[in-house]
Nanobody, 127 residues
Framework: QVQLVESGGGLVQAGGSLRLSCAVS????????MGWFRQAPGKAREFVAV????????EFIDSLKGRFTISRDNGKNTVYLQMNSLKPEDTAVYYC????????????????????WGQGTQVTGTS
């Protein structure tokens, strides 16, 4: 049974930082690229970041470049999202998800190509 479990969310003041984690079990972690998405209240889910199978390639939504970083530890079957300089508009439920990738550097932002999703973790930025 494949499981993706996010953790690390919480309440943070503007300018603060959080690190989200997503632990994966039930499949060979290094065979899959890992992505983060978020959904704010009343809004559609949006892509945040993705990292390739080997961690050597990643992409971000343009508005978050420079504030968020993504990394993975294939030995721990975990992907991370480091969020710095948080803003109230970063408030959302954050989800991790994985997608298959034949090539080690292949990534996609298209959520319909992702296979399994976590249950989400709430991040709330206060002013």
């Amino acid at each position: 049974q494949v499981q993706l479990v996010e953790s690390g969310g919480g309440l943070v003041q503007a300018g603060g930082s959080l690190r989200l984690s997503c632990a994966v079990s039930g499949r060979t972690f290094s065979d899959y690229a890992m992505g983060w998405f978020r959904q704010a209240p009343g809004k559609a889910r949006e892509f945040v970041a993705v990292i390739s199978r080997n961690g050597g390639h990643f992409e971000f939504i343009d508005s978050l470049k420079g504030r968020f970083t993504i990394s993975r530890d294939n030995g721990k079957n975990t992907v991370y999202l480091q969020m710095n300089s948080l803003k109230p508009e970063d408030t959302a439920v954050y989800y991790c998800a994985d997608h298959s990738a034949v090539y080690t550097t292949y990534v996609t932002k298209d959520d319909w190509l992702y296979d399994y999703w976590g249950q989400g973790t709430q991040v709330t930025g206060t002013s």
